[in-house]
């Protein structure tokens, strides 16, 4: 083949093209984007009794707000990666194994009622808020325990590994209440030692002591606290730290999600509509914080970022 001059500069600017572009093209893909695209899967962690975020049906499989939250994502991701196809794996964690399961790569996306909050922020990361909740306690009508100070002396129960427990304990410090605290494994273990008697009080985030109630066998047995032991807090769908790359793509995914008809349907599925297995409605509708958090979606830990 002969090569006139201008196909030799067009040859020079494609191999000069060439050898500038592989490089990059190598260097695109790098964190959890990188590992999706080799093992042509991602791992979602779930929980198997925070309803209505992650739970599972009476199928055992794991289903609620922020799992639908996550097949977005999953979604997103796969388009990102040109993939025609991308395995969802599912791994349990509970409150207690979640960040380090996250941290060493067990899993990519926590789908679950994870607070997003300053001390998290310095193992992982969060993408933007999905929810707005408040630190109370669930007690027995019978108690006639109206306030946080009418808990001085008793046994109350929250769940190891979340920021309730740690609230609960500064207070019983700060305010020298006497309370005995007990860990408990998971929230359904919390609750049941309530409704035992085993504890007076359960400590935790107000939603998820709403659907615990609903649950239950009696649920007109028990009454939620107006008394709370923190400001509204924002949940989140956590990710490993220091992975830009993933976290845009997630961050993007999640925000065109919830600035959609569709991010209120979705929340009107599980919060105001009959949810599985047993048809429970927790009618808790979409708040004024949470729709302006919607309309301005944010990642931040502060809660007053989320004042009105």
């Not at 002969?2 to 000069?16: C, D, H, K």
């Not at 395995?87 to 964690?93: I, W, Y």
């Not at 047993?278 to 708040?287: D, E, F, Q, S, Y």
Request: aromatic letters at 8%; proline letters at 6%.
């Amino acid at each position: 083949m002969t090569f006139t001059p201008r196909r030799r500069r067009m040859a020079g600017f494609v191999l000069a093209v060439s050898l500038c572009a592989s490089p990059a093209a190598a260097q695109e893909l790098t964190g959890t984007l990188k590992a999706i695209k080799e093992s042509g899967a991602i791992t979602i962690g779930y929980r198997d009794s925070s309803v209505p975020f992650s739970y599972l049906d009476d199928s055992q499989k794991p289903v609620g707000y922020a799992m639908d939250i996550c097949y977005k994502v999953v979604e997103a991701v796969k388009k990102e990666l040109k993939l025609d196809k991308l395995e969802v794996r599912l791994n349990p964690v509970t409150s207690a194994t979640r960040i380090p399961l996250m941290a060493n790569g067990t899993i990519d996306l926590e789908c679950g009622s994870t607070t997003n909050n300053a001390e998290r922020q310095k193992q992982v990361t969060f993408t933007n808020t999905h929810f707005l909740t408040a630190s109370r306690f669930i007690s027995k009508k019978s108690s006639k325990i109206n306030s946080i100070d009418d808990l001085k002396g008793k046994t109350v129960v929250s769940t190891a590994g979340t920021t309730n427990i740690k609230q609960l304990t500064e207070a019983n410090v700060s305010r020298n209440l006497g309370i005995t605290v007990i860990p408990a494994k998971d929230h359904a273990e919390a609750f049941l030692m309530v409704e035992t008697g085993r504890a007076v009080a359960f400590v935790m985030d107000d939603i998820l002591l709403a659907s615990l109630a609903a649950g239950s066998k009696d649920p007109g047995a028990y009454v939620i606290s107006k008394d709370a032991f923190s400001k509204p807090e924002p949940y989140g769908i956590m990710l490993r730290k220091d992975d830009p790359a993933f976290k845009k793509v997630v961050d993007a995914a999640t925000a065109a999600l919830y600035q959609s008809p569709e991010g209120a349907r979705i929340y009107d599925r599980w919060f105001m509509q009959k949810i599985p297995p047993r048809g429970l409605t927790l009618n808790v509708p979409l708040g004024s914080e949470l729709t302006k958090a919607f309309a301005k979606p944010s990642d931040s830990p502060d809660p007053d970022a989320y004042a009105m």
